[in-house]
């Protein structure tokens, strides 16, 4: 057989190698073949096909999200870019650095409604940080290289690069530009100087981790020195080790009155990598007016977006909370009095936060699986070296937030952006991504069964995912709503699930079903001993949810 000449295409996939493009999910197409062919052709970017768009993107924010190179989703025009959009929009949501490529009809045929054309660039450019259609095969190595720079310089997020199909046709001659990145920014001297003596008067700091903020390590200097709190934003508790004696919790729904409180009552808020989330905030009735605020991030843009800070940091947030830690120091020796004071303040809150986030007794056994015993197994996969714990949208969640604590970095992810569905492909993703841990995705039966379907794609490409599907027959969260605020009245909520564990064995991978406390922990040592893919089917009273006393905010 000949040797094929280069053509756009070849091109592209030589752009992604150059960028460190190790992975490409994505979904066959009649304007991305010649792509998929040109990524079949070469051994070191390899792409994997799923069963739905919106898997493949989750799939790719799985594997960015977990430190893997940058994840690239990809899916032909039209319907297809349309299937990928939610995962795009929340990547975009949670800054999560992500490059997507949709296939596009060629340009001659454009503007005449032709089969499944779609205006890419005006449909995503309000869910991205940057999209661009390339017309001209000459410009792909410029403009894709600069796609991926953009995703992950500054603030990170998902760039969508559409790609026509006779731009991947065109012979091309032109190689791939160097890989370039940029650094980010120190903080500004004057202001670590007015940071430090604001929060060196303080009587009652609190330091707010997000999930922009990076280093632990840095963080927790900081409250140390400042003998401060440190609460962590929604879905962001394994931001720092949770034994540690500054952590006071983590904000957002399901937080602890203590948790709550000690923001309530601060007289200087340090928020690092933080953006006031309507959760985080609990609809921004949390931070005290009177507080001064130290706000740094990446972004200049979200400096007070919502409050204005009395010092505002343009920087990396480790590298701030570093300075400002050397500059606090010999401020805070010159007061000693007020330093043992914060510091035997931030005491008795741990000690309250402790008695808080103790487990309730377990319940009187029954046919059903409680939340006590799940958030106890939960607590042993968390305490387990290698694991990785994916939690997807569920109405367990808070029963994960009050009372499961995480010790070892990069161990628990979540997504505040509320995508349903994001769990098992974002596990998929990231048990590619670090494929000397095991990866466990706790997910609700109503978000489990959006992409259950991929389940395949796990044994197909020897993904060996566990799932625990928290199976309560219903849309739990929208039920206790309708429980609490709408006087019972429950319609469209309650479901008539399958059997998952048979529909595991089905595909060709492990299932089990529990429906006693007594069979979890086991069952779940026994899923992990498995070499490939598995589904738990954890199946819980229908009526299962919240904490004792926890109950949703109404819908405003």
Known sequence: MSEQPRRGADLVVECLATEGVTHVFGLPGTTVMDLIDALTRQETV???STRHEQVAGFMADGFSRAGGPLGVCLASRGPGAANLSIAVQNAHDESIPLLVLIGQVPGSITERRSFEEMDVVSAFRPMCKWVVEIHRPDRIPELLQRAVRTAVTGRPGPVVVS???DVLQEPVTLSPGPRVRSYPSAPHPDGITEAARLLAASERPVIIVGGGAGSAEAHLSLAQSAGAPLLTTWLRKNAVPNRHPAFLGTLGYGAHEVSEQALRD??????????FSEFTTKRWTLVPPEADLVHVDIDPVELGRIYPPRVGLVSEAAAASRELA???????????????????????????????AALPPLPAPSETVSSVALAEAVQRLADRDGLVLVQDVHTFGPWILRHVGFDRARSQYGSPGGAMAWGLPAAMGMALARPDERVVALSGDGSFWMVAQDFETC???RIPVVNLVVNNFAYGNTRDRQRFAHDERYSGVFLDNPDFAAFARMLGGYGARVTRDTDLRATIDEALAQPGPSIIDIVQDRMEGLPSGLTPLKAR
Request: glycine content about 4%; some cysteine.
């Open 163 to 165: 790609l026509p199909l």
């Open 459 to 461: 044994v197909r490409e």
């Open 326 to 356: 050397g500059a606090l120091t010999p401020l805070i020796a010159a007061d000693p009095a007020r330093a043992a004071r914060r510091t035997a303040r931030r005491e008795a809150l741990r000690k309250e936060y402790d008695d808080a």
């Open 266 to 275: 601060a007289d200087l808020v340090v928020a690092l990598g933080c953006r």
């Open 46 to 48: 390899r792409y994997l």
